[in-house]
């Protein structure tokens, strides 16, 4: 059946080769079903989804529009499909940086849900999670702890302190900690979800790695570089056996290794690793996917370092100019790019391109950041220095 080996496909992280297969399927639904049928709507999603893992925004928010216009005629809006429609478009535009929509449309999924089917429901947790990570990435870190300790409690009563659905839940709650600047309030949280994934589930179970790279991401924020290299050096290793080399969760992990080695001043080794996730995601995702261009500034960054600045100008270039598409001129992660190829503007002593850099990136975190957000005021700093 196309759809069960599509969706086998992305699974494993080739979404190149699924995603023929998904449209082959919608293309056959909407010839022999009609373009409303339950099943067809299913196929429609299916493929927003695919289209959204291989960072092809754009096309995956038309589609998932489509399908919730489609579902909240045919189905009624409180139906599980259409709220479900709901959530994926809010993924998206999250994706595109667009967090207050996001956050509307979460918001209205979660309550929603939460009176058709249960404040306990696991769809309705699914939901509520993503609100309080919406939440997080604007800096409203007092709101995303509370829904987040909300969640835990509400998993923790309902399927045990060390079910899987808990663990992740803790772990989400550990990284609001971490933004918010108690790291290690978080750090505890995410050291009790290693032992107990490592105890239950097995050393070498892909949740117990993600959170080993978790674990590995406070050690880095709290600056204990060699254990952070330590620890991302066990994943990737265990990633590579359990999923392969270039998988996207081994590819985020070397990459995040590379930063490491970076800070830690050992920029060879950080070059090679940050080249090699390059290519393998240039190759797989091509050059247009978000983590393929999140990649490139990476790579910038280290070159920058290095002193090859006439290289990690093109690369922060072509890095921006494409998170500007597929993320959006104030996400996050185009923010952060906005700020490292201003710093290295001004090292060149380019002072109006700097300038300019700096104050896309401010105006863009007041869009999208609240007030006393870390990444805003720093940039809010980077753009007074020219003043």
Known sequence: ????????????GDFATAEPLFRQ????????????????????????????????NTEAGQLHAECLEARSR?????????LTSLNNLGLVLRDQGDLAAAEILYRQAWETMKNS????HG?????????????????????????????????????????????????????????????WAAGS??????????????????????????????????????????????????RQKVLGSDHPETLATTENLARVLRKAGQLPEAETLARSTLAVRQRLLGPDHPDTQDNQATLATILRDEGGNAAADELYDQALTGLRKSRGPAHPNT?????????L?????????????ASEAAAGARRTLTANHPDRLKYERNLESFR
């Open 74 to 82: 045919t189905l009624g809006p409180d139906h599980p499909h259409t």
């Open 117 to 120: 089917a249960g404040p306990d």
């Open 335 to 343: 923010l952060s790019v906005l700020y490292e190829y201003s710093i």
């Open 25 to 56: 399927c919608l293309l056959e639904r909407q010839k022999t079903l009609g373009p409303e049928h339950i099943d067809t709507l299913a196929a429609i999603n299916n493929l927003a989804n695919l289209l959204h893992d291989r960072g092809i």
């Open 189 to 238: 949280l995410y050291q009790n979800c290693l032992e107990i994934r490592q105890r239950v589930q097995g050393r070498e179970h892909p949740e117990a790695l993600l959170a080993l790279n978790n674990f590995a991401a406070f050690q880095l924020e709290t600056g204990n570089l060699i254990e952070a290299e330590r620890l991302y050096r066990l994943c990737r290793a265990g």
């Open 123 to 183: 769809d309705t947790l699914a939901m509520l999670n993503n609100l309080a990570n919406v939440l997080s990435d604007q800096g409203q870190y007092a709101a995303a702890e509370t829904l987040d300790r909300q969640l835990v409690e509400s998993l923790d009563r309902t399927l045990g302190p060390e079910h899987p659905a808990t663990l992740a839940g803790k772990g989400n709650l550990a990284n609001v900690l971490l933004r918010k600047g108690d790291p």
């Open 345 to 357: 503007k001004k090292a060149e002593h380019q002072e109006a391109a700097a300038r300019r850099l």
């Open 1 to 12: 059946m196309l759809e069960t080996q599509a969706l086998a496909l992305q699974e494993k």
